[in-house]
């Protein structure tokens, strides 16, 4: 199939093309014998043109209300020097049609704004969280780092910080995360589960109002450990990367946690995108199982964000493949990967370094690309095959 179009996959059989509202709706042939699954349409037509001829830089994150509301975390520093006066805001809301609603975010007095904003959630008391992770070398725009966690209302208004810029002392620090790549709140406990992530190598449960610490923990419940030293290359060296495992049960330790998400019957998914892998754990850090994500492929780095279909079982299980430009399904309670979507490139359906992904009330999907993709999209579902 050609990369000019955006495919979905069913495996190991049936393939398709991924419709477009708007346009001819070519849904998948599937497979009788196959089970079922979700089916997307992507709306290219969403969301409409920014105000004030706006102009987005790379879209790190996105996040759905209660009210199906969307929010989308962007960089504004990544804008070109020359359009910089036409950055859009690092907050912006759209309402269910996609309509703007307002824009806010940024340096501001009484917090630390990151410097390289990463992760945006917004949780059942309408607070809004925001994490950072400068200084990744290859993103860096300043030598700090980004080692806080903040909150707003719905509107902009600060309400805490937890933690401080360059205050944080590695996986043993209970106070302070360390370019926390991922938050989720359960409204049950009122716990807020940090993927921490870049800087460190971590699952942080804080209390959410105060951010006290509650628990921690690393891959297969491991207590989480600093990475060894790297020793300097030579001079001229050209640097090495480690080889791909394809077997066996994979690192003790996690790569770079990257997302996390709690299910309705308590059970935590985090996905570790350094390591090709989401893991399942209990809510006290117990691990369960896990899953690989594209393991065989050439790429380091795949299950980067997660999501759950809004049904009550929350039967499916949605990962983003950041390497593979894909969307993957997954049988929730078993980790059976039943397809997936998408495809390398800039046209509609098709990605570029996919991020992270959320879902509304009605299934829809939307994904959240860095550059050079740049961009946010729209996927309309449209029922279970």
């Known amino acids: 199939m050609s990369r000019t179009r955006c495919c979905w996959k069913r495996l190991p059989t049936a393939v398709a093309v991924l419709a477009m509202v708007g346009g001819v709706a070519t849904f998948p042939r599937l497979d009788a014998a196959g089970p079922p699954m979700p089916r997307f349409a992507v709306d290219a037509a969403w969301p409409p043109r920014l105000p004030n001829g706006w102009v987005m830089g790379d879209a790190s994150s996105i996040a759905v ?104 002392r590695g996986n043993a620090d209970r106070d302070h995360p360390k370019e926390p790549a991922d938050i989720f709140v359960d409204p049950r406990t009122n716990e807020a589960y940090i993927a921490d992530g870049y800087g460190n190598r971590r699952v942080l449960v804080l209390d959410a109002d105060t951010g006290a610490f509650k628990r921690m923990w690393g891959a297969f419940g491991n207590v989480p450990a600093d990475p060894p030293a790297v020793p300097p290359a030579a ?60 393991r065989a492929v050439s790429s380091p780095n795949t299950a980067a964000g997660i999501a759950f279909s809004p049904d009550p079982q929350q039967e499916y299980l949605y990962v983003a493949d950041f390497g593979n430009a894909k969307v993957v399904i997954l049988r929730r309670a078993t980790l059976e990967v039943l397809g997936e979507f998408g495809g390398l490139g800039a046209q509609p359906g098709q990605f570029q370094n996919l991020h992270h992904i959320a879902v509304d009330s009605k299934g829809n999907m939307y994904t959240a690309e860095v550059a050079p993709g740049r961009r946010v999209q729209r996927f309309v579902f449209k029922g279970i095959s």
């Open 65 to 168: 209300d209660g009210r199906d509301h969307v929010f989308v975390l962007s960089r504004p520093r990544t804008v070109a020097p020359e359009r910089q006066t036409q950055a859009a805001p690092a907050v912006m809301e759209f309402d269910a049609r996609g309509a703007f609603v307002k824009g806010w975010g940024g340096p501001g007095t009484g917090y630390d704004w990151p410097d390289t904003e990463h992760g945006i959630y917004v949780d059942s008391r309408d607070r809004v969280w925001i994490g950072g992770n400068n200084p990744i070398a290859q993103l860096r725009l300043t030598p700090r780092s980004d080692d806080m966690l903040l909150t707003f209302s719905r509107d902009g208004a600060f309400i805490k910080q937890i933690g401080g810029r360059d205050r944080a």
């Open 235 to 294: 001079a001229g060296a050209p640097a090495v990367a480690p080889p791909l495992d394809t077997s066996g049960r994979g690192p003790d330790q996690f790569g770079i946690v990257h997302s996390v998400e709690v299910s309705k019957d308590g059970l935590v998914y985090v996905a570790d995108r350094g390591n090709r892998r989401v893991q399942v754990f209990r809510t006290d850090g117990t691990f369960v199982t896990q899953a690989f994500i594209n």
